[in-house]
């Protein structure tokens, strides 16, 4: 990996503030960004396989896992351009151009905002499970649930965040991949501040951000699972099909956590997407 020089008290701050890690002996950066109620540990057995090759950053939302949350302001993250702000701080910090931004979920849209700010620094995405919007909204558009649904979900979770994440974890999952990935889950949303996991969740839920697609330029691989609760296959295509330049692949597994629950599958998917690019 290309040594860079010390960052400025500035730059170092932002890092701080995103509990940044860089790993890696290459000089392309491939950043990994985690979803909603999860951390950057999350990628534990997708990231490494890049690390020969690539320049990995990992990094933590900012009111998540290891992030400083007194950085978290119930303005500027009450929706996804707050979360975006952020990445577009990151890159800015660390100088990185030419990124591979591997986006999980809600940060798949977070990523798709952050590149239509600045496409100079992105040179593809990848969207793990994306979903622009969540919510139904027909005839034409079936995002998976109803506003009851969420609605429900959140006084579950304002009410009682021990039950919300019992109910929701093994649905994120996938009940038949095992009850392990679960639990780890099920921690990390308990382990959550709840004033900010409650704003994050409306924030991700409740948000519509599939007029954003056509604004995306970047080179983006959209993978989409082929059983998934909380991103349908509709979505998927849907995000693939709004997108001038994707390529959606389709793993024949189940649970919208396919880097923990299928790793090899995942990078594997990104593997040929990256040697179809020439990279």
Not at 158 to 169: H, K, P, R, T
Not at 208 to 226: F, K
């Amino acid at each position: 990996m290309q040594t860079k020089p010390d960052p400025s008290p500035a730059a170092a701050a932002v890092l701080r503030r995103s509990n940044v890690h860089l790993l890696g002996e290459g000089s392309q950066p491939m950043v990994f960004a985690h979803g909603f109620g999860c951390d950057q540990q999350m990628w534990r057995f997708v990231a490494p396989a890049f690390e020969e090759t690539h320049q990995v950053v990992l990094f933590d939302h900012v009111g998540c896992g290891r992030s400083d949350f007194s950085a978290w302001s119930p303005q500027r993250h009450a929706d996804l351009q707050g979360y975006a702000s952020d990445v577009v701080d990151l890159l800015e910090a660390l100088d990185l151009h030419d990124v591979i931004f591997v986006g999980h979920s809600v940060s798949s849209m977070i990523g798709v905002l952050a590149a239509n700010r600045i496409p100079h620094r992105f040179a593809h995405l990848v969207l793990v499970g994306p979903s622009p919007r969540y919510l139904n909204d027909p005839p034409n558009y079936h995002g998976g649930f109803e506003r009851a649904d969420i609605e429900a979900l959140a006084r579950l979770m304002e009410q009682n965040m021990v039950g919300w994440a019992d109910y929701l974890a093994p649905v994120v999952i996938g009940a038949e991949n095992g009850e392990e990935f679960s639990r780890e889950l099920k921690a990390s949303f308990c382990t959550a501040d709840p004033v900010i996991a409650r704003q994050f969740a409306a924030a991700t839920f409740l948000g519509d951000n599939r007029a954003d697609l056509d604004d995306v330029t970047t080179p983006t691989l959209v993978m989409q699972v082929e059983q998934d609760s909380i991103a349908p296959m509709e979505v998927g295509r849907f995000v693939h099909d709004r997108l001038r330049n994707s390529h959606l692949t389709v793993l024949p597994t189940s649970g919208h956590c396919p880097h923990m629950t299928h790793p090899n599958e995942t990078i594997q998917a990104i593997r040929n997407y990256l040697d179809r690019s020439g990279l």
